[in-house]
Protein backbone atom coordinates (compact mmCIF):
# COMPACT_ATOMS: atom_id res chain seq x y z
CA UNK A 1 0.00 0.00 0.00
CA UNK A 2 1.22 3.63 -1.12
CA UNK A 3 2.10 6.12 2.18
CA UNK A 4 1.52 9.97 0.95
CA UNK A 5 4.39 11.58 -0.15
CA UNK A 6 3.10 15.31 0.05
CA UNK A 7 3.15 17.15 2.41
CA UNK A 8 0.45 16.90 5.20
CA UNK A 9 -0.99 19.53 7.08
CA UNK A 10 -4.31 18.73 7.89
CA UNK A 11 -3.57 16.51 11.31
CA UNK A 12 -7.50 18.02 13.35
CA UNK A 13 -8.98 16.19 10.30
CA UNK A 14 -6.71 12.96 11.29
CA UNK A 15 -3.25 12.26 12.41
CA UNK A 16 -1.15 9.45 10.20
CA UNK A 17 -0.92 6.62 12.97
CA UNK A 18 2.62 6.29 14.53
CA UNK A 19 4.55 3.37 13.17
CA UNK A 20 4.52 1.45 17.02
CA UNK A 21 1.25 2.08 17.21
CA UNK A 22 0.28 -0.19 13.81
CA UNK A 23 3.09 -2.34 14.95
CA UNK A 24 1.14 -3.03 18.00
CA UNK A 25 -1.97 -3.58 16.32
CA UNK A 26 -1.18 -5.82 13.83
CA UNK A 27 0.65 -7.65 16.35
CA UNK A 28 -2.99 -7.81 18.12
CA UNK A 29 -4.91 -8.46 15.03
CA UNK A 30 -3.13 -11.86 14.73
CA UNK A 31 -4.13 -12.93 18.29
CA UNK A 32 -7.61 -14.32 18.95
CA UNK A 33 -9.67 -13.61 21.78
CA UNK A 34 -13.21 -12.42 22.87
CA UNK A 35 -12.33 -10.67 25.90
CA UNK A 36 -15.76 -11.88 27.43
CA UNK A 37 -14.89 -15.41 26.93
CA UNK A 38 -13.26 -16.91 30.09
CA UNK A 39 -10.79 -19.51 28.53
CA UNK A 40 -6.89 -18.32 28.22
CA UNK A 41 -7.39 -16.29 25.14
CA UNK A 42 -10.29 -14.53 26.35
CA UNK A 43 -8.62 -13.72 29.50
CA UNK A 44 -5.61 -12.28 27.55
CA UNK A 45 -7.72 -10.00 25.33
CA UNK A 46 -9.11 -8.82 28.92
CA UNK A 47 -5.75 -7.98 30.07
CA UNK A 48 -5.04 -6.30 27.19
CA UNK A 49 -8.16 -4.10 27.28
CA UNK A 50 -8.02 -3.10 31.38
CA UNK A 51 -4.30 -2.40 30.36
CA UNK A 52 -5.42 -0.14 27.76
CA UNK A 53 -7.37 1.61 29.58
CA UNK A 54 -5.16 2.11 32.88
CA UNK A 55 -2.72 3.86 30.39
CA UNK A 56 -5.91 5.89 29.45
CA UNK A 57 -6.98 6.93 33.19
CA UNK A 58 -2.67 7.77 33.78
CA UNK A 59 -2.53 10.09 31.15
CA UNK A 60 -6.03 11.51 31.89
CA UNK A 61 -5.07 11.25 36.13
CA UNK A 62 -8.70 10.40 36.29
CA UNK A 63 -9.93 9.92 39.66
CA UNK A 64 -11.22 6.55 41.11
CA UNK A 65 -14.67 7.33 40.48
CA UNK A 66 -14.22 7.80 36.93
CA UNK A 67 -14.79 5.60 34.17
CA UNK A 68 -13.04 5.66 31.33
CA UNK A 69 -15.76 3.49 28.15
CA UNK A 70 -13.75 2.46 25.00
CA UNK A 71 -15.96 3.70 21.99
CA UNK A 72 -16.05 4.13 18.56
CA UNK A 73 -14.30 7.09 18.63
CA UNK A 74 -15.58 11.02 19.78
CA UNK A 75 -19.10 11.15 18.27
CA UNK A 76 -20.05 8.07 19.64
CA UNK A 77 -18.63 9.93 22.88
CA UNK A 78 -20.59 12.83 22.37
CA UNK A 79 -23.49 11.20 21.74
CA UNK A 80 -23.93 9.19 24.31
CA UNK A 81 -23.38 12.07 27.09
CA UNK A 82 -25.41 14.64 24.76
CA UNK A 83 -28.35 11.79 23.81
CA UNK A 84 -28.20 10.14 27.57
CA UNK A 85 -28.20 12.67 29.78
CA UNK A 86 -31.16 12.96 32.07
CA UNK A 87 -31.82 16.65 31.49
CA UNK A 88 -34.04 19.74 30.30
CA UNK A 89 -32.28 22.08 28.80
CA UNK A 90 -28.70 21.68 26.75
CA UNK A 91 -26.10 24.60 26.07
CA UNK A 92 -23.46 24.22 24.41
CA UNK A 93 -21.47 27.10 22.36
CA UNK A 94 -22.02 28.13 18.89
CA UNK A 95 -18.88 26.67 17.64
CA UNK A 96 -19.00 23.04 18.55
CA UNK A 97 -18.26 19.87 16.89
CA UNK A 98 -21.44 18.70 14.67
CA UNK A 99 -22.05 15.47 16.84
CA UNK A 100 -22.17 18.15 19.93
CA UNK A 101 -24.16 20.74 18.35
CA UNK A 102 -27.27 19.11 16.93
CA UNK A 103 -28.90 18.32 20.77
CA UNK A 104 -28.54 22.53 21.18
CA UNK A 105 -31.70 23.66 22.56
CA UNK A 106 -29.27 26.86 23.52
CA UNK A 107 -25.75 28.57 22.02
CA UNK A 108 -23.29 30.46 23.40
CA UNK A 109 -22.20 32.93 21.60
CA UNK A 110 -18.56 33.45 20.68
CA UNK A 111 -16.51 36.84 20.42
CA UNK A 112 -14.45 37.99 17.69
CA UNK A 113 -11.37 36.23 19.23
CA UNK A 114 -12.36 32.50 19.20
CA UNK A 115 -13.22 32.87 22.58
CA UNK A 116 -16.83 31.94 23.77
CA UNK A 117 -18.39 34.37 25.61
CA UNK A 118 -18.51 33.47 29.05
CA UNK A 119 -20.72 36.44 30.38
CA UNK A 120 -23.15 35.57 28.03
CA UNK A 121 -23.29 31.97 29.46
CA UNK A 122 -23.72 33.28 33.22
CA UNK A 123 -26.49 34.89 31.92
CA UNK A 124 -28.35 32.07 30.54
CA UNK A 125 -27.96 30.34 33.70
CA UNK A 126 -28.79 33.19 36.44
CA UNK A 127 -32.56 31.95 38.26
CA UNK A 128 -31.90 28.54 36.11
CA UNK A 129 -34.62 26.17 37.30
CA UNK A 130 -34.15 23.70 34.51
CA UNK A 131 -31.93 20.39 34.83
CA UNK A 132 -28.89 21.28 32.63
CA UNK A 133 -26.15 20.08 30.63
CA UNK A 134 -23.84 22.47 29.61
CA UNK A 135 -21.19 20.92 26.63
CA UNK A 136 -18.13 23.16 25.75
CA UNK A 137 -15.04 22.06 23.50
CA UNK A 138 -11.72 22.63 25.06
CA UNK A 139 -10.34 23.54 22.07
CA UNK A 140 -11.76 24.47 18.83
CA UNK A 141 -11.38 22.13 15.81
CA UNK A 142 -10.92 24.90 13.37
CA UNK A 143 -9.16 27.93 14.58
CA UNK A 144 -7.60 25.66 17.57
CA UNK A 145 -8.78 28.67 20.00
CA UNK A 146 -9.01 26.98 23.53
CA UNK A 147 -11.56 27.82 25.52
CA UNK A 148 -11.63 28.66 29.22
CA UNK A 149 -13.52 25.65 30.59
CA UNK A 150 -12.16 26.22 34.07
CA UNK A 151 -14.59 28.89 33.93
CA UNK A 152 -17.31 26.91 32.49
CA UNK A 153 -16.98 23.81 34.89
CA UNK A 154 -17.07 26.64 37.55
CA UNK A 155 -20.23 28.29 36.35
CA UNK A 156 -21.99 25.06 36.34
CA UNK A 157 -21.20 23.94 39.67
CA UNK A 158 -22.22 27.30 40.91
CA UNK A 159 -25.88 26.80 38.98
CA UNK A 160 -25.61 22.79 39.77
CA UNK A 161 -25.71 22.35 35.80
CA UNK A 162 -23.94 19.13 34.14
CA UNK A 163 -21.01 19.48 32.44
CA UNK A 164 -19.37 17.97 29.48
CA UNK A 165 -16.36 18.45 27.61
CA UNK A 166 -14.94 17.50 23.84
CA UNK A 167 -11.77 17.73 24.59
CA UNK A 168 -10.81 15.95 20.78
CA UNK A 169 -8.49 18.33 19.67
CA UNK A 170 -6.46 18.84 23.08
CA UNK A 171 -5.75 15.37 24.35
CA UNK A 172 -2.27 14.58 23.41
CA UNK A 173 -1.63 18.51 22.79
CA UNK A 174 -1.25 19.84 26.17
CA UNK A 175 -1.27 18.09 29.70
CA UNK A 176 -4.71 17.04 31.06
CA UNK A 177 -5.85 16.24 34.85
CA UNK A 178 -8.66 15.17 34.97
CA UNK A 179 -8.68 15.19 38.98
CA UNK A 180 -8.43 18.72 39.10
CA UNK A 181 -10.54 19.75 36.02
CA UNK A 182 -13.79 19.04 37.71
CA UNK A 183 -15.99 18.09 34.39
CA UNK A 184 -18.62 15.26 34.60
CA UNK A 185 -18.28 14.25 31.09
CA UNK A 186 -14.94 13.95 28.69
CA UNK A 187 -15.00 12.98 25.13
CA UNK A 188 -11.30 12.04 23.24
CA UNK A 189 -10.83 10.27 20.38
CA UNK A 190 -7.89 7.87 18.94
CA UNK A 191 -6.74 9.33 15.65
CA UNK A 192 -6.16 12.85 16.21
CA UNK A 193 -3.17 12.24 18.16
CA UNK A 194 -1.40 8.77 16.21
CA UNK A 195 -3.68 6.27 16.82
CA UNK A 196 -6.22 4.34 14.81
CA UNK A 197 -9.47 5.92 13.55
CA UNK A 198 -12.65 4.50 14.82
CA UNK A 199 -11.18 4.42 18.47
CA UNK A 200 -11.62 6.71 21.56
CA UNK A 201 -13.45 6.98 25.06
CA UNK A 202 -15.57 8.74 27.20
CA UNK A 203 -14.64 9.63 30.76
CA UNK A 204 -17.91 9.58 33.27
CA UNK A 205 -16.73 11.00 35.96
CA UNK A 206 -17.45 10.48 39.82
CA UNK A 207 -19.90 7.75 38.52
CA UNK A 208 -22.71 10.62 37.11
CA UNK A 209 -25.45 8.30 36.07
CA UNK A 210 -25.83 8.14 31.97
CA UNK A 211 -27.66 5.30 29.99
CA UNK A 212 -25.65 2.96 27.42
CA UNK A 213 -26.39 4.49 23.88
CA UNK A 214 -25.82 1.22 22.46
CA UNK A 215 -27.68 -2.10 24.24
CA UNK A 216 -26.61 -5.14 24.60
CA UNK A 217 -24.24 -7.37 26.22
CA UNK A 218 -22.71 -6.25 29.37
CA UNK A 219 -19.41 -4.86 27.91
CA UNK A 220 -17.45 -2.00 28.78
CA UNK A 221 -19.37 -2.37 32.50
CA UNK A 222 -23.29 -2.17 30.96
CA UNK A 223 -22.11 0.89 29.23
CA UNK A 224 -21.44 0.43 25.68
CA UNK A 225 -22.12 -2.98 24.05
CA UNK A 226 -20.54 -5.12 21.82
CA UNK A 227 -17.65 -7.11 21.31
CA UNK A 228 -14.50 -4.67 22.08
CA UNK A 229 -12.49 -3.34 19.35
CA UNK A 230 -9.35 -5.20 20.61
CA UNK A 231 -6.68 -3.82 18.27
CA UNK A 232 -8.28 -0.51 17.91
CA UNK A 233 -7.93 -0.43 21.99
CA UNK A 234 -4.72 -1.27 21.89
CA UNK A 235 -3.64 0.84 19.16
CA UNK A 236 -5.20 4.27 20.86
CA UNK A 237 -3.47 3.02 24.08
CA UNK A 238 -0.18 2.64 22.50
CA UNK A 239 -0.54 6.45 21.24
CA UNK A 240 -1.82 7.20 24.57
CA UNK A 241 1.76 5.97 26.25
CA UNK A 242 3.53 7.96 23.14
CA UNK A 243 2.54 11.65 23.83
CA UNK A 244 4.82 14.26 23.67
CA UNK A 245 3.90 17.65 24.79
CA UNK A 246 7.24 18.68 24.33
CA UNK A 247 7.17 18.01 20.71
CA UNK A 248 4.01 19.82 20.48
CA UNK A 249 5.87 22.79 21.71
CA UNK A 250 8.44 22.72 18.98
CA UNK A 251 5.54 22.41 16.64
CA UNK A 252 4.36 25.40 18.02
CA UNK A 253 7.51 26.97 16.73
CA UNK A 254 6.77 25.47 13.19
CA UNK A 255 3.42 27.02 12.96
CA UNK A 256 4.86 30.26 14.30
CA UNK A 257 7.34 30.32 11.43
CA UNK A 258 4.61 29.72 9.28
CA UNK A 259 2.26 31.94 9.95
CA UNK A 260 5.19 34.93 10.12
CA UNK A 261 6.36 34.10 6.68
CA UNK A 262 2.68 33.65 5.23
CA UNK A 263 2.10 36.95 6.46
CA UNK A 264 5.04 38.71 4.92
CA UNK A 265 4.56 37.03 1.71
CA UNK A 266 0.98 38.08 1.74
CA UNK A 267 0.02 41.03 3.69
CA UNK A 268 -3.73 40.65 3.14
CA UNK A 269 -3.67 37.44 5.17
CA UNK A 270 -6.12 37.26 7.67
CA UNK A 271 -5.06 34.96 11.07
CA UNK A 272 -8.41 33.62 13.22
CA UNK A 273 -7.94 33.11 17.08
CA UNK A 274 -4.32 34.57 16.39
CA UNK A 275 -4.56 36.78 19.77
CA UNK A 276 -6.17 34.07 21.83
CA UNK A 277 -4.51 31.07 23.27
CA UNK A 278 -4.29 28.17 20.27
CA UNK A 279 -3.17 24.91 20.48
CA UNK A 280 0.22 24.93 18.99
CA UNK A 281 -0.36 22.98 16.01
CA UNK A 282 -3.43 24.92 14.38
CA UNK A 283 -3.35 27.91 11.96
CA UNK A 284 -6.75 29.01 9.89
CA UNK A 285 -6.27 32.17 7.61
CA UNK A 286 -8.01 33.60 5.03
CA UNK A 287 -6.66 35.69 1.66
CA UNK A 288 -10.02 37.68 1.49
CA UNK A 289 -11.21 37.58 -2.07
CA UNK A 290 -9.59 34.26 -3.20
CA UNK A 291 -12.16 31.54 -2.64
CA UNK A 292 -11.33 28.61 -0.51
CA UNK A 293 -11.63 26.21 -3.27
CA UNK A 294 -9.15 28.29 -5.33
CA UNK A 295 -6.25 27.51 -2.61
CA UNK A 296 -7.13 24.40 -2.02
CA UNK A 297 -7.01 23.13 -5.11
CA UNK A 298 -3.96 24.54 -6.03
CA UNK A 299 -2.27 23.65 -2.89
CA UNK A 300 -3.50 20.42 -3.64
CA UNK A 301 -1.74 19.93 -7.10
CA UNK A 302 1.10 21.19 -5.21
CA UNK A 303 1.25 17.94 -2.99
CA UNK A 304 -0.03 19.76 -0.24
CA UNK A 305 -2.89 18.76 2.17
CA UNK A 306 -4.74 21.70 4.08
CA UNK A 307 -8.57 21.93 4.92
CA UNK A 308 -11.02 24.70 4.16
CA UNK A 309 -12.03 24.07 8.00
CA UNK A 310 -13.24 21.40 9.33
CA UNK A 311 -13.40 17.97 7.22
CA UNK A 312 -16.85 18.01 5.85
CA UNK A 313 -18.34 14.54 5.08
CA UNK A 314 -19.44 15.08 1.78
CA UNK A 315 -15.89 15.81 0.32
CA UNK A 316 -17.74 19.84 -0.84
CA UNK A 317 -16.42 23.22 0.52
CA UNK A 318 -18.69 25.35 2.76
CA UNK A 319 -18.40 28.48 4.37
CA UNK A 320 -17.17 27.81 7.94
CA UNK A 321 -20.00 28.25 10.29
CA UNK A 322 -16.90 28.69 12.72
CA UNK A 323 -15.81 31.51 11.76
CA UNK A 324 -19.09 32.99 11.02
CA UNK A 325 -19.83 32.79 14.79
CA UNK A 326 -17.28 34.74 15.58
CA UNK A 327 -18.00 37.73 13.00
CA UNK A 328 -15.86 36.96 10.19
CA UNK A 329 -16.92 38.82 6.90
CA UNK A 330 -18.61 36.96 4.21
CA UNK A 331 -15.15 37.33 2.04
CA UNK A 332 -13.41 35.84 5.10
CA UNK A 333 -15.33 33.05 5.64
CA UNK A 334 -15.26 31.99 1.80
CA UNK A 335 -11.81 32.02 1.66
CA UNK A 336 -10.74 30.30 4.66
CA UNK A 337 -7.77 27.65 5.35
CA UNK A 338 -6.91 25.58 7.94
CA UNK A 339 -3.28 24.10 8.46
CA UNK A 340 -2.77 21.97 10.92
CA UNK A 341 0.43 20.24 11.88
CA UNK A 342 1.42 17.26 13.66
CA UNK A 343 3.71 14.63 15.30
CA UNK A 344 5.15 13.90 11.82
CA UNK A 345 5.70 17.45 10.55
CA UNK A 346 8.73 18.75 9.83
CA UNK A 347 10.76 21.98 9.55
CA UNK A 348 11.62 21.31 5.68
CA UNK A 349 7.70 20.42 5.54
CA UNK A 350 7.33 23.63 6.57
CA UNK A 351 9.60 25.62 4.35
CA UNK A 352 7.93 23.89 1.23
CA UNK A 353 4.46 24.44 2.38
CA UNK A 354 6.06 28.60 2.09
CA UNK A 355 7.39 28.12 -1.05
CA UNK A 356 4.19 26.47 -2.76
CA UNK A 357 2.30 29.08 -0.88
CA UNK A 358 4.58 32.04 -2.30
CA UNK A 359 4.16 30.62 -5.94
CA UNK A 360 0.21 30.14 -5.38
CA UNK A 361 -0.10 33.75 -4.23
CA UNK A 362 1.66 35.12 -7.61
CA UNK A 363 -0.95 33.59 -9.32
CA UNK A 364 -4.06 34.72 -7.23
CA UNK A 365 -2.89 37.81 -5.88
CA UNK A 366 -4.28 40.01 -8.18
CA UNK A 367 -8.29 38.83 -6.73
CA UNK A 368 -7.06 39.89 -3.39
CA UNK A 369 -9.37 42.23 -2.12
CA UNK A 370 -7.25 45.64 -1.36
N1 LIG B 1 -15.15 16.62 18.13
C1 LIG B 1 -14.22 17.39 17.55
C2 LIG B 1 -13.84 18.69 18.18
C3 LIG B 1 -13.60 16.97 16.36
O1 LIG B 1 -12.66 17.73 15.79
C4 LIG B 1 -14.00 15.73 15.79
C5 LIG B 1 -13.41 15.28 14.51
O2 LIG B 1 -13.21 16.02 13.59
C6 LIG B 1 -14.98 14.97 16.44
C7 LIG B 1 -15.53 15.45 17.60
C8 LIG B 1 -15.43 13.64 15.90
O3 LIG B 1 -14.45 12.67 16.18
P1 LIG B 1 -14.52 11.20 15.61
O4 LIG B 1 -14.00 11.27 14.21
O5 LIG B 1 -13.64 10.41 16.52
O6 LIG B 1 -15.93 10.74 15.69
Same mark, same amino acid.
Given at each position: ????????? #????????? %???? !??????????????????????????????????????????????????? $?????????????????????????????????????????????????????????????????????????? +??????????????????????????? %????????? #???????????? +?????? /??? =??????? %? /?????????? /???????????????????????????????????? !????????????????? $???? +???????? +???????????????????????? =???????????????????????????????????????????????????????????
Amino acid at each position: MATFSGIYL #DHNATTPVK %PQVC !EKMLETLMFTGNASAIHKAGREARRLIEDSRQTVIKALNAGPRDVVVFTSG $ATEANNMVLKGAEVERIITSAIEHPSVLFAATEKISVLPSGIIDVDALEKMLVGNTQQTLISVMMANNETGVIQ +PIEKVIALAKKYGCLVHTDAVQTFGKI %PMDLQKLGA #DFVTITGHKMGG +PQGTGC /LVI =CNCVALP %P /LLQGAAQEKN /LRAGTENLAGIVGFATAVKLIDFEGYQKIGVLRDKL !EKALSAISPALKIFGKD $APRV +PNTSMLAL +PGVPSETLLIALDLAGVCVSSGSA =CSSGTVRASRVLKAMGATEAETQSALRISLGWNTTENDVDCFISKWQEMYERVKDKCQK
